[in-house]
């Protein structure tokens, strides 16, 4: 990165030495990026961060897939065996159980959470309302610096004790006692855990914070509400989804560390506690969660398919009271994670119903993606491949969300297969694919360099045919019986075994030409223009140069007076 | 960005200070949300009591009601030692046949097997967790916690009904066995000084 630095740098002298005459001191080498309080680099520090991160989990998946390959257990007796020299079969159950956990707890806290609000919602909120940078640039420093500590108290907890003689913490991500209590895990490494959730959750709580101050507050003269760009809505709404349910998630992780350490017992029975009070608060917050991890990626997918198809949003308004919608929805449903815990038939139903009806704002945004993308002028680029990929494996994913959401049924697919592959559908290639969309259409902005346009979209077919293959067969395992998180299943469920992790190794190959294409785009150097994607780019961040100076808006932009997203398609052309 | 602030234009500077106020009001929210996530534990407590949900059998000081059902549903009982707790505990029946309306009473059999006393916490439940609300005790030795002398042998009795009511609850409809379930605890020194209030748990 340090030839990007040198070249933000001197463009940022070029750019501010009329308007910044006082400060040219800003930190260079390693304090500019310890000590950032700049909004670019600390959204390039978010971005590495979700690149490691989502590597590291990356792996613990392509192993756990190559253990799934066939029947038996295989692969981590192996592993086990060389990570703490046990290798027995308790030792290789336990590892895959914890692999699975840190799997899910670093995809989503070090991977898709940092990428979406921290990578793209620090570079591209502020640019795009015209603000000079975040509400609180300091604390934007603190937000980013809580992650890496954070992340480092999840990898010791793979490394000491959890449950009775094992290592690691392996009750899955959401951490339901009796497990995560000292019933099941009496060592550290749960506790490892609950305080990486903790450090992680202020982190994105700080930045919450900062992202409701920067968009109420610092938005240039003319932008108003709405005005404002989908990607900026989007990220709004998760930050009040992110301030209401993390406080949520911290209550019920300090409640697990008291009961494991100072003999309370919110969540003992023995001392009038109720784990079945866990549920209730982890789900309050798990389910805003899910919908955090995935409305930024509505906003990236909708800024790409208007640029892509040259036209104004379709039903801009439309779109963002859908977002709204969700998230109010997303806080009155939680309990249809626990249709099997025991509810009454009115309860259930309310559930049943609260959950469908989400399926209609979601209608909303996908009908008005490809509403937009109807009559436009399509250019099937990189980003624009990912963010069509993105609808289509969402909207696969949001069936099945339709399908499970039927107390009934889900009695019969609970902590099936037919889960994990609903929920990958919709954040493992949802979520995942709208950050690819994202990467590659602001990647020459951020660097100011090209990346190889033929590669990258090698890489989504790569992606989208390994994924699908991953993850469309675990339906048909689901509806067969087979249970999730699980290390060995009976022969009979072998052949979509199979299939799936051939799958992974293609998305695994695929994500290897991820880290090529960046590597290709920095040794080649080639100068991305101001606006590499035509006239279809209207907002403020394709007005500045790639990379955008240092600082951009000390003084407000100019924002055009009539109102684009009313504005018929050809009207809107040539405001970039 | 202190140092910056005389660069930036009048209208970043006055948002400047309406942005200290909107993080007070963040940090507010948080701590709001915080308070009320630690609400949710006493009120769970409550609205168990309240409704009988996740199973919480209902406490009553009479029959309330002379109607008598029109199905027959089995009781059954199971009783458990929670490990550390050395006694033996066990249900006299393992089940009985009731007719919601009927006060049935059934007695549960304890030895204390250590050479010290022992203070042990009942909690109990009833599976299906929807017929909780249906579930009326009006006497119960886990009302309060239960002290044994070394190797004294007690018999409890529980006396309870079945709301007729049940017969109308949809929930209900396909319930014909209900099991009430106890656990003994060992309770700690602390916690058998305890209030009768605090002890008395949804579960437990």
């Known amino acids: ?576 | 960005m202190t140092t910056s602030l005389e660069r930036l234009s009048p209208v970043h500077r006055k948002s400047a200070l309406r942005n200290k106020l909107m993080g007070a009001g963040g940090a507010a929210v948080v701590v709001g949300m915080i308070a009320l996530t630690y609400a949710a534990a006493p009120f769970f407590i409550a609205f168990c009591r309240a409704t009988g949900y996740a199973g919480t059998p209902q406490r009553v000081e009479a029959a309330t009601t002379d109607a008598e059902g029109g199905r027959i549903l089995r009781v059954a009982f199971d009783a458990n030692v929670a490990p550390g707790l050395p006694w033996k505990f066990e249900a006299e029946t393992d089940a009985v046949h009731v007719r919601p309306g009927k006060t049935v009473t059934v007695f549960f059999r304890a030895e204390n097997l250590a050479d010290r006393e022992i203070t042990a916490h009942p909690t109990f439940n009833v599976t299906p967790a929807v017929s909780g609300a249906w579930f009326d005790k009006i006497q119960c030795f886990c009302f309060t916690n239960e002290t044994l002398k070394p190797h004294e042998k007690v018999e409890w009795p529980v006396v309870f009904f079945l709301n007729p009511e049940l017969e109308k609850d949809e929930s209900m409809a396909h319930v014909d066995a209900i099991t009430l379930s106890y656990t003994l605890f060992a309770a700690p020194p602390t916690r058998a000084s305890a209030s009768e209030a605090t002890r008395d748990g949804p579960a437990g």
């Open chain 1, 1 to 576: 990165m340090a030839s990007v630095s040198e070249f933000t740098h001197a463009e940022a002298h070029a750019h501010d030495g009329h308007e910044d005459h006082g400060d040219h001191g800003h930190p260079t080498g390693w304090r500019r990026y310890l000590l950032s309080t700049n909004h670019k680099d600390i959204g390039t520090l978010y971005l590495i961060f979700a690149i490691i991160g989502g590597l590291v989990g990356m792996v613990l998946s392509i192993l756990i897939r190559a253990e799934l390959m066939t029947p038996g257990i295989q692969v981590f007796p192996v592993l086990s065996g060389i990570l703490d020299g046990d290798g027995s079969v308790d030792a290789a159950k336990n590892l895959y159980n914890m692999f699975f956990t840190s799997h899910a707890v670093i995809m989503i806290f070090f991977m898709v959470m940092p990428a979406m609000m921290g990578g793209f919602g620090n570079w591209f909120v502020p640019i795009m309302i015209g603000a000079p940078d975040m509400a609180f640039p300091r604390m934007n420093n603190l937000s980013f610096w809580l992650l890496p500590a954070s992340f480092m108290l999840a990898i010791i907890s793979m490394f000491v004790e959890g449950a009775a003689g094992m290592k690691g913490f392996a009750g899955g991500w959401v951490l339901y006692p009796p497990f995560a209590s000292t019933v099941g895990t009496p060592g550290p490494a749960a506790d490892f855990v609950i305080l990486s959730m903790h450090i992680a959750g202020a982190s994105s709580i700080l930045g919450a914070i900062n992202f409701i101050a920067t968009i109420l507050n610092m938005r240039a003269p003319g932008m108003t509400m709405f005005r404002m760009p989908l990607f900026v809505w989007s990220v709004l709404v998760t930050a009040f989804l992110l301030l209401l349910s993390l406080p949520v998630l911290a209550g019920a992780l300090t409640m697990l560390l008291t009961d494991r350490n100072f003999h309370t017992t919110f969540f003992d029975p023995a001392g009038g506690g109720d784990p079945i009070l866990y549920q209730h608060i982890f789900w309050f917050f798990g389910h805003p969660e899910v919908y955090i991890l995935i409305i930024p990626g509505f906003g990236i997918v909708s800024q790409i398919v208007s640029t892509f198809a040259r036209k104004p949003i379709f039903g801009y308004a439309g779109m963002v009271y859908a977002m709204l919608a969700i998230a109010l929805l997303g806080f009155v449903v939680w309990a249809h994670h626990m249709f099997t815990t025991g509810m009454s038939l009115n309860a259930q139903r309310y559930y049943v119903l609260a959950t469908m009806v989400i399926a209609v704002p979601t209608g909303v945004k996908i009908f008005s993606w490809i509403a937009t993308m109807w009559g436009g002028s399509i250019s099937l680029r990189a980003p624009m491949l990912w963010a069509i990929g993105f609808i289509f494996v969402f909207t696969v994913g949001g069936v099945t969300g339709v399908v499970l959401a039927n107390a009934a049924v889900d009695r019969y697919l609970h902590d099936t297969y037919y889960v994990v592959a609903h929920f990958h559908y919709t954040m493992s290639l949802g979520a995942v694919f709208s950050i690819f969309a994202g990467f590659y259409y602001w990647f020459p902005k951020m660097s100011g360099y090209l990346y190889n346009e033929a590669k990258a979209k090698i890489h989504f077919w790569l992606t989208f045919v390994g994924i699908n293959l991953v993850f469309f067969p675990q339906h048909f395992l689901g509806f067969a019986g087979m249970p999730r998180r699980i290390v060995d299943y009976t022969n009979a469920y072998s052949l979509w075994n199979f299939v799936s992790s051939i799958g992974a190794f293609i998305a695994g190959i695929g994500t290897l030409l991820f880290l090529y294409i960046l590597y290709d785009a920095f040794k080649l150097k080639r100068q991305a223009p101001a606006n590499p994607w035509g006239p279809g780019a209207t907002t403020l961040e394709w007005t500045l140069s790639s990379p955008p100076p240092f600082h951009q808006f000390l003084t407000p932009p100019p924002i055009p007076e009539e109102d684009e997203h009313d504005a018929p398609a050809a009207a809107a052309v040539g405001h970039a």
